[in-house]
């Protein structure tokens, strides 16, 4: 079964990836990685902070986002507690490169077009086959509009793409007013695709010692549900790649995404769960269905289930809406 695909330009022997995680920082893992057959690696983000800081040599930056408050900057890592400093970031990927022959996606985590996104070409000159540009942002202010998040996030890909000549894909939250428009916005600035979801992890609070505690769940397949809606739309509409990051456990999660337009499916929790290995239980389950279901190839499933056949998407979904209100009963 042909099940190759194509993202960022790049021809991938089946669409199932490494999502952003630590499994990169231990060069074992990265191997088991390649040996499973991952059809790329993307490595977690470098972040805007981290870079700042060194070129700095302070932590003046974190008043940026701390609003001068002295007490939040507690919230942000010390230097010693991030995985990968700057440089340590680009000799892990020149490592990589030379330990494995798949894809290698570097990643950089910020929220302004500012210098250090000077890092994009450094993370290229590293060996790096494409960028992911993971914009985690969440706007608490009331005096900053939609508008002026959305254009920062578009400096920030005008900027990037000047500096290199790899392929440079956006990481997205879900939460922006109008999302197809903005995907429009993004792709006539230059990127190159769209990575749906970015996961915003919620922070749980200590009653007792009265703190804001960190809290993460790994994802489960129902997370793949807002996936799937927005590849449905997007696809056809948006001329780049589509990655759906988030909520595939399973190989008919896999094949949901492919249907709904997604070119590539980046994995992190189920690895983490599973193992490197149960990229191929994944790859050989999505093949076996399609034999089953006689397709020729992953081409053919490839976006069959998306909008853009829809005469009109937007009456769909209010017609899926109140189907659903309508149709509970207890």
Request: hydrophobic share 40%; glycine share 6%; net charge negative.
């Amino acid at each position: 079964m042909d099940l190759s695909t194509k993202y960022l330009g790049l021809t991938l022997p089946h669409p199932l990836t490494a999502g952003a995680s630590p499994m990169v920082d231990e060069m074992d893992t990265v191997k088991r990685l390649e040996d499973a057959g991952c059809a790329a690696i993307v490595m977690h983000s470098l972040f805007e902070e981290q870079i700042t800081r060194e070129q700095l040599g302070t932590a003046m930056d974190m008043e940026l986002h701390a609003e001068s408050f002295a007490e939040a900057l507690s919230y942000f890592p010390q230097p010693q507690e991030f995985r990968l400093g700057p440089e340590k970031y680009l000799e892990q990927i020149r490592r990589i490169k030379a330990a494995v022959k798949v894809p290698v996606i570097g990643s950089l985590n910020g929220t302004t077009p500012a210098g250090w996104l000077n890092y994009a070409k450094l993370i290229e000159e590293a060996g790096a086959d494409a960028l992911e540009l993971n914009v985690y942002y969440l706007a608490t202010q009331s005096w900053e509009t939609s508008e002026s998040v959305e254009r920062r996030t578009i400096e920030s890909i005008r900027t990037v793409k000047h500096a290199v000549k790899i392929p440079v894909a956006v990481k997205l939250s879900p939460f922006y007013s109008s999302l197809a428009n903005f995907a429009k916005q993004l792709g006539e600035a230059g990127a190159d695709g769209l990575v749906l979801f970015n996961r915003f992890y919620q922070p749980d609070i200590d009653v007792e010692e009265l703190e804001v505690i960190p809290s993460l769940q790994l994802s489960d397949s129902s997370e793949l549900l807002l996936r799937l809606r927005w590849l449905a739309i997007l696809s056809g509409h948006f001329k780049g790649s589509l990655a759906c990051s988030g909520g595939v456990h399973s190989h008919l999660d896999a094949v949901k995404a492919v249907m709904a337009g997604a070119h590539s499916i980046q994995l992190v929790s189920v690895l983490l769960k599973r193992g490197a290995e149960y990229i191929a239980t994944l790859r050989d389950g999505i093949a076996r269905w399609l034999e089953e279901h006689e397709y020729s190839s992953l081409a053919q499933a490839h976006a069959s289930m998306s909008h853009q056949n829809s005469p009109n998407p937007q009456a769909l979904e209010r017609a899926n809406y109140m189907r659903i209100l309508q149709g509970w009963k207890p």
